[in-house]
């Protein structure tokens, strides 16, 4: 009986797997997912993994995205606001365009004069990542051996960065009033933190070859027609046959904004369809893998905007080691930066290669890697004098491992990584 139960079970469990993977991707995508970079962090608990018995932990070096913000481009706002209006004076939106209008004009309002600035949303997200950072790893801020730990912030000199920086510190500063901190936003700091010169170049290569054309989605056309007949008594016939995929677009990067912005309620997601947004995302996701991380036709250049935020790393963490000190070192700055790190110390998700655009989606996705908040944090950890020092690396709080070494981690010999980081840095 078992066996019989068994050749119909196998086949049967192979056909729904099979079934799983070849359904299109869309269906399976949350819309949190489908917002790609402008997805909220994913403020929860990760599971931690007990170190080796003795050791504590005393510092965590860490690179972070800015929290949850407003899009930083005011014609994202004006744009939607403007074609909608004119369609209100036209008398051709629908009852479903009048409220689709009216969470514009909220998010319009909201915006003005604030674009790019951090929400409340983002404040939240980086008071909650600092405190579990406390609460996880209490040893590394709390005072021992009479004396405070330090803890040093430094941010791009973008105003969300900054306050990102400021948010954090404050909470880890309520966990323990004696931690010793030190800011610094200097102009300065983009050099290392934000450092897009290969990147930048790269993305006036890519704009040559059509990637930042909003009605280029690569062969895949945009069908904005039930988003149209949604919001629009003539089905947008009012914008032009050029202009048809405008609504969907736009509505599309307001509706991934609002979340983020602090309007949860405000849902323009359900004027969309997942299967019309789904090849706006794939685009979107593909552009900032092949600008930010490693592929296949680009990632040789790439990843070199990572060594001087590296370099920083083993300097800072080598000086902690050798005078016996413990605290932290945050760094704020963007989603590139963030990307290209991961990608460049070989981090699970970061480091697949991909050359075809159709590819691109099975190796990376935006929305895992580089939510609004996103970070990577080493966590070190001592025991005694003679002992190795080891490090934890974590990716949005999750424990990963690195590709660049056979170890299977959590947890690398400080040694081991520190030889391998400087190698990277050897290649010019």
Known sequence: MQTRLHRFLIPALLFIA???????????????????????YPDIEQPSTAPPKGYKPFYISHLGRHGSRLQGE?????RPLGWMEKADSLGVLTAEGREALAAVRILAGDAEGRVGELSPVGEREHRHIAERMFRHYPQVFRKRGGMQPFL?????ARMRSTLSG?????????????????????PGNWEWIFDLRESGILGRELKKQGWYSEDNMHGVPLDAGRVNARLFTDGGAFLGPDKAWIALF?????AADAKASGFPELNLFQYLDKEDVYPI????????????????????????DGHNVLRRIIAEADAVIADGSHGAHLRYGHDQNVATLGALIGLEGCDGRAEAYGDIKTVFHDYAIVPMACNIQLVFFRKGAKDPVLVKILLNEREVR??????????????DLRTTFANLLQNP
Request: contains cysteine; glycine residues 4%.
């Open 166 to 186: 400021v948010f954090a510190a404050e909470r880890l500063k309520e966990c323990n009033p004696g931690i010793r901190v030190t800011r610094c936003a200097a």
């Open 152 to 156: 040093d912030v430094q941010s791009s």
């Open 18 to 40: 099979l079934h799983v993977t070849a359904q299109p991707a869309y269906e399976t995508m949350s819309w949190d997912e489908l917002s790609g970079i402008c997805r909220p």
């Open 250 to 254: 736009d509505l599309y990067h307001l």
């Open 402 to 415: 690195t590709s660049l070494l056979p170890d299977e981690g959590p947890f690398y010999r400080w040694e």
């Open 74 to 78: 005011e014609r994202i706002y004006r």
């Open 281 to 304: 995302w794939e685009r979107e996701n593909a552009r900032f893998y092949l600008r930010q991380c490693n592929s296949l036709p680009y990632g040789d250049r790439i990843l070199r």
